[in-house]
């Protein structure tokens, strides 16, 4: 029985021996996690997850500390125990508090960005307002305002199908509360004008290539939308002017044969005969 609890004392003894750091550099170690969480960044979304991973390494290193070091303290005779003790406690404390306030931003980072990227359009900077959705929407895929505001930009940047995409995606991916259902509707509206209006002034000014991309973003863009924001007839809708339409939806057709899209030339072809059956073509 002697001999049994001698062999536990020792292999106790070694145990601690290990986990023990040098009793005049215990302070040091607490220096040492203070000037690391004082480098600690809450603030900038680039580096907020990253640092809450730091703060995890720290937080396994003085649980560790807690559970061997500290129980080794009590034989190191010029360490005030109870001392270190309070001392390990105000830095665990702190920590604790980096944590809670970490683990807060980490899961606000895409609204972060998103803030950033009002704030960038302030100054009428939209190259960095798009850096900014693209990372909020790289935390957040799905994130509703940033989609929109991207949208809207997209739009300004005559990106007319990257615009449409994003409002596909706030319709059938997104959830939304009241006022983003009500945001989203208002700028699809918006949208449609704006293809709707784009594509008359391409068709009056002769430009049939221009004027096919714009059909082919309405198309996707009706295709996708909910019933009630593009009419059964938006393609013949589109074509406002009567001076020479025949020769646009003919030029459209040949545009559309020449990217093989036949389904779109077959549509256009139709349109043309309906035109020309009704008489409207001069002979």
Not at 5 to 34: H, Y
Not at 126 to 132: D, E, K, Q, S, V
Not at 209 to 228: H, I, K, R, T, Y
């Amino acid at each position: 029985m002697k001999k049994a609890l001698l062999i536990l004392v020792l292999a106790c003894t070694v145990l601690l021996g290990r986990a023990q750091v040098p009793c005049d550099s215990v302070e040091s170690v607490f220096r040492k996690w203070n000037a690391r969480l004082d480098q600690l960044n809450t603030e900038d979304p680039e580096i907020i997850s990253l640092h809450y991973l730091f703060l995890q390494d720290i937080l396994r290193e003085m649980e560790r500390f807690k559970t061997s070091t500290m129980l080794a303290l009590p034989h190191c005779l010029s360490t005030d125990y109870y001392l270190v003790k309070s001392h390990f406690q105000k830095v665990a404390y702190r920590a604790g508090q980096m944590e809670r306030l970490l683990g807060t931003r980490k899961g606000l980072v895409d609204r972060i960005f998103y803030n950033q990227a009002v704030e960038e359009l302030h100054y009428r900077d939209t190259i960095n307002a798009l850096y900014n959705l693209d990372r909020a929407l790289e935390f957040n895929k799905y994130q509703p305002d940033a989609l929109l505001l991207k949208a809207k930009l997209k739009l300004a940047r005559r990106e007319y199908k990257e615009s449409v995409e994003l409002i596909h995606q706030l319709y059938t991916k997104c959830d939304l509360n009241e006022q983003q259902e009500r945001d989203v509707s208002d700028f699809t509206l918006v949208l449609y004008d704006r293809l709707y209006n784009t594509g008359s002034a391409l068709i009056k000014s002769g430009h049939s290539a221009d004027a096919l991309e714009l059909f082919l973003a309405l198309e996707q863009f009706c295709s996708n939308m909910p019933s009630g924001y593009c009419n059964d007839d938006y393609y013949h809708g589109i074509l406002l002017s009567r001076e020479g339409v025949y020769e646009s939806y003919i030029a459209i057709a040949k545009e559309a044969e020449r990217r093989n899209n036949m389904e779109m030339a077959r549509k256009f072809y139709q349109y043309a005969e309906e035109y020309r059956k009704a008489g409207e073509v001069k002979n």
